[in-house]
Nanobody, 112 residues
């Protein structure tokens, strides 16, 4: 079982950027894919981005494609979500998931 902690959220103006980090403790991080989710206010949780265990393969939700970039450093048990050209509709709590384990989430607010 992994313990996951997201960090890097905050308030940013439209058009700005943020990097979210998912730090894992425990064993097995490098053997599993990482999925980033988000839950906008009053809406259901949705998949944002996915990275294979190696990091070679990635996929994105259409709404964030070409703006978000998912990466990972297995040597550091860490995954990243680089978010660029942020829009108000990106406002949400962002979560990382590895295997069956979830982090607690980090709030991202995009507002002027």
């Amino acid at each position: 079982q992994l313990h996951l902690v997201e960090s890097g959220g905050g308030l940013v103006q439209p058009g700005g950027s943020l990097r979210l980090t998912c730090t894992a403790s425990g064993f097995g991080f490098s053997r599993h894919a990482v999925t980033w989710y988000r839950q906008p206010p009053g809406k259901a949780r949705e998949v944002v981005a996915w990275s294979s265990a190696s990091g070679i393969s990635t996929t994105y939700a259409e709404s964030v494609e070409e703006r978000f970039l998912v990466g990972r450093d297995n040597a550091k048990n860490t995954a990243y979500l680089d978010m660029n050209v942020l829009k108000p509709e990106d406002t949400a709590v962002y979560y990382c998931k590895v295997n069956d384990d979830w982090g607690q989430g980090t709030q991202v607010t995009v507002s002027s």
